[in-house]
């Protein structure tokens, strides 16, 4: 028992491990999205672009459900793998929507997002909650969202708009409280050999938390269109 926690990984090795998962995402999010805006997809397909956006983001969902539920047993290269796929997924998704905003507004919006998320982390350090029933309302508010996101792209509603962005920051700033929190109950139950994978996971998810964030704080600083 005791070689057992000698050897186990650090908890300060564990979160620093999620951090440059998270890091290495946001980076080839950010590479990925820079170099696909070059291409002006919305001209060289034209009507396609509405259902390619809609494949891109069809996958990316898939890719997410599919490591949500398997990356902690799934060997590491492969989990690694998947992972940097999303990224690259995610980042040509992103380009579609950074094609309708200043860049300016763009780099704002990150910057703000990072703000944000780095004072989300100091409040689950300076608090004994851990979020779980935060985390399961927000949860079961998911989908109703994603349906009025759905409904925005066919109206022009802009209280409606306002409304659900609003909204679904409040959701993703609940999942990122309880993911943070989660953190540290993560370390302490995973064995030694699920540690990369969990570490993984944990990153997924705050990566997911980020782009999100993200994207409501794009849409609150640019119009509505």
Known sequence: MDSYYTNKMSYGEFFGSIMKWMAMALGITTITSF???????????GASYFIFMIVCSIIEIGLVLMLSKTVKDMAIEKAKTYYVAYS???????SMWLNYVV???AVLAFAVTAVYFGLLYTVTQHTNNNFIGVGKVCLMALPVLMIAYILLI???APG??????????????GLTLYDFKHIEYAYEVAPQEALQGVALLCALQLYMDFINI????????????
């Open 88 to 94: 690259v997924i995610n980042g040509i998704v992103l």
């Open 154 to 156: 066919f109206i022009s």
């Open 160 to 173: 409606l708009y306002y409304l659900v962005v609003f909204l679904d920051l409040a959701v993703f700033t």
């Open 35 to 45: 170099l696909f805006s070059f291409l002006h997809l919305e001209l060289m397909l």
């Open 214 to 225: 993200f994207i409501d704080i794009l849409m609150l600083v640019s119009d509505n269109n």
């Open 103 to 105: 860049p300016g507004v």
